[in-house]
């Protein structure tokens, strides 16, 4: 499988040029809107809770404190939701290319994440841009972030490829985790500090693999702290079970999608 991708790296390298490309063709502001979609959303969020969550960032009392709280959340976040969105449909919406041309079918996927990364790279370079102008910036501790994202990324992955194979033969799977994604987002301490949870609902935050994530990403940009490493061995191991998911599914059911598709 690997020497297949490998062999079809211009194909994949191409995809990712393309797609880029034909996502801003024909606008105005062309690639700006990679920047202002996301800058957009985090300074709705930043006005509208910043002076009812703020003070509640036990120990940060920092005049950009909560803007950085909600951007290490919503980036890190985004990067997820884009995955694993883009992920479960990346069969049905190519089901033409699938179904003329012969290739390896996980470069799709592989398609999928590039472009993420891409996305999340210019918006997260604009905002560590940020960080070092407000004298913000973490310091050594934000290395630490590559392996957290790493893990993010494998997670997203995994889930991404196991519902892209379901999702071509139950249709439904796509509505309903688009439904779910809504829910998971808003039972991550992403907009609101754990804090402003009551007692009795934060021990729930363990089941919520993205949570640990999220908080790792939170607590190197925000206090300069190394993540609790021990606290994101759940959800590693949740990531090689999607991923060895997701490559089964796809090995034993590739030849049955092209003619669901």
Not at 79 to 90: D, K, P, S, W, Y
Not at 102 to 124: D, E, M, S, W
């Amino acid at each position: 499988m690997l020497g297949g991708v490998w062999r079809y790296r211009g194909f994949i390298a191409g995809s990712v040029r393309r797609e880029f490309q034909a996502k801003y063709r024909n606008s105005l502001f062309g690639a700006a809107w990679t920047i202002l979609n996301p800058l957009a959303m985090i300074l709705v969020y930043t006005v509208i809770f910043s002076q009812v969550m703020g003070t509640r960032l036990q120990g940060n009392v920092g005049h950009f404190a909560y803007s950085i709280y909600l951007c290490a959340g919503v980036l890190t976040w985004g990067l997820f939701a884009e995955i694993t969105m883009r992920g479960q449909n990346v069969f049905l919406e190519h089901a033409n290319l699938i179904k003329k041309l012969q290739f390896p079918r996980i470069c799709l996927p592989i398609v999928v994440v590039l472009n993420a990364l891409v996305n999340f790279a210019i918006i997260f370079g604009l905002f560590s841009v940020f960080l070092a102008l407000s004298g913000a910036f973490p310091g050594w501790a934000y290395l630490a972030l590559l392996p957290v994202l790493a893990i993010l990324v494998l997670f997203a992955i995994g889930l991404a490829m196991t519902l892209g194979v379901l999702n071509v033969f139950f249709r439904d799977v796509g509505q309903f985790f688009t439904i779910v994604l809504q829910f998971w987002f808003w039972f991550t301490p992403i907009v609101y500090p754990v804090a402003a949870l009551p007692e009795s609902i934060r021990p729930l935050l363990a089941w919520n693999p993205m949570a640990a994530v999220i908080q790792a990403c939170q607590s190197i940009l925000l206090d300069n702290r190394l993540p609790h490493w021990p606290s994101l061995l759940p959800v590693t191991v949740l990531a090689l079970l999607f991923c060895a998911l997701g490559l089964h599914l796809f090995r034993k059911r590739a030849g049955e999608m092209v003619d669901e598709l």
